[in-house]
């Protein structure tokens, strides 16, 4: 009788102590209780750098200049979003200005040729901003996160095809865009998260962090200008950012995290002068920067690209492609994409349809990939000065025209092809070195 009530005490015993050490509840991954409220990411800034980590990656020159800022606005048009309640308005302009609510979406309807200002903030569980008219619009960011299920964020409206629409992200604060493009309504076009058929520019020294459920997250039907702010793609089903013409960055920090290409001109050439960027694409033949015009980089830009998928490229242009300064860093890690048919791609750091001119500036580009190359031009290699540094899987560089080498630095390996793959005769080398040579 003792040993069976000892062996029950002890049973007993040992059932309380595994009970107490066990945890009362287990968090699921992604639902922290410190991540911010209404869908918000917790870091500051406006998104997780947990995309952009690992080279060709750093966290350095990330603080935003203090100019451009956004400019001191008078007699704004106030849309003050109320958390799923029915918006504010504030519109001091009647007799110009006609503004809808349906539910928390708000349609502004603009007449004349006055610039009118709008300043947006607080939160919309599911809801957009729709402006038709005008040629001239800037538009304050302060402090707004929109979030619609069924079609843009914010959407503006063709007026002339003339206008300009001027983006002010206000300083310090933290704007936040959560879309999907839609099917067109009409002559209505929605193609992403946040979509203008007029130009748009960026400044100001705040944030804006855009996702796409669904299309191009920042998408364009002209040209987009970013002078300063911190923008953040964290998600895009297709582009991060897309341009039917131009695209010309001056300054800034843009971080984009996209299954489509990072930063796409369709039609025209893009000019990078300044400012930071980081880009990550994962789909195949999904490429960091791409143009079917010219490709233009300039002395300040810091260019950090890493494209995953099959077939894919760090910088692609059907024209040219000028490296006058800045500091570019490209890793190609995925494959060849298809067979030998029409539709095959190989995965390669630089991809260059026409010639390619170097005359400054530090480009650094690793492909890992199976048959995946570092650089690969249609046309010439032009170099006069600057350090090109290239590690690849197939040939380091390979150039269908002329090699025209007259300063500079290139140093090249290849693990399984050519360093350099050119017709001897074609390779004219009157100055700079190769592999220190």
Excluded at 278 to 295: D, P, Y
Aim: net charge negative.
């Amino acid at each position: 009788m003792k040993l069976k009530l000892l062996f029950l005490m002890a049973f007993f015993v040992l059932w309380a102590f595994i009970a107490c050490s066990s945890p009362e509840s287990e968090e699921e991954p992604g639902n922290s209780s410190s991540s911010g409220g209404n869908g918000n990411p917790s870091s500051s800034g406006g998104g997780s750098t947990e995309g952009w980590t690992g080279w060709p990656f750093d966290a350095s020159g990330e603080n935003l200049q203090a100019t451009p800022a956004c400019p001191d606005y008078e007699n704004p048009i106030e849309i003050i979003y109320k958390d799923g309640d029915s918006p504010e308005i504030i519109n001091p302009h009647t007799a110009n200005v006609t503004v809808d609510k349906n539910g928390e979406n708000v349609t502004v309807t603009l007449t004349g040729t006055t610039e009118y200002n709008l300043v947006l903030s607080g939160t919309a569980q599911n809801g957009s901003l729709k402006v038709f008219g005008n040629d001239q619009i800037r538009l304050y960011l302060d402090g707004v996160n929109i979030k619609n299920n069924s079609g843009p964020a914010i959407n503006i409206q063709k007026s002339t095809g003339k206008g300009r629409v001027k983006v002010c992200l206000m300083s310090s604060k933290e704007n936040y865009l959560d879309g999907k493009s839609a099917e067109d309504q009409g002559n209505e076009q929605a193609k992403g998260a946040f979509f203008s058929e007029e130009k748009l520019s960026f400044t100001g020294n705040g944030s804006l962090e855009v996702k796409s459920r669904l299309g191009h997250a920042i998408v364009v039907d002209n040209d987009i200008e970013i002078e300063n702010g911190k923008i953040i793609i964290s998600e895009a089903e297709v582009d991060g950012i897309h341009a039917n013409d131009s695209i010309k960055i001056e300054g800034g920090v843009i971080k984009i995290a996209s299954k489509g290409d990072a930063l796409q001109s369709e039609d025209k050439s893009i000019v990078i002068s300044g400012g930071k960027i980081l880009a990550q694409t994962t789909g195949v033949k999904s490429h960091g920067i791409v143009s079917e015009a010219n490709i233009t980089i300039k002395e300040g830009a810091n260019i950090q690209i890493s494209v995953l998928g099959n077939g894919s490229k760090g910088m692609k242009s059907t024209k040219l492609t000028e490296i006058f300064g800045g500091t570019i860093a490209i890793k190609a890690s995925g494959s060849r994409h298809g067979n030998d048919d029409a539709d095959s791609s190989t995965a390669a750091g630089m991809k260059v349809d026409a010639n390619l001119y170097i005359d400054g500036g530090n480009l650094t580009i690793k492909s890992p990939g199976s048959k995946a190359k570092g650089i690969n031009t249609s046309g010439d290699i032009v170099m006069t000065e600057g350090n090109v540094d290239v590690e690849a899987d197939d040939d380091g560089i390979k150039i269908h025209g002329y090699l025209r080498m007259s300063g500079g630095s290139i140093k090249v390996a290849s693990k399984n092809k050519d360093e350099i793959d050119v017709e001897p005769d074609k390779k004219q080398k009157t100055g700079g070195t190769i592999n220190g040579q």
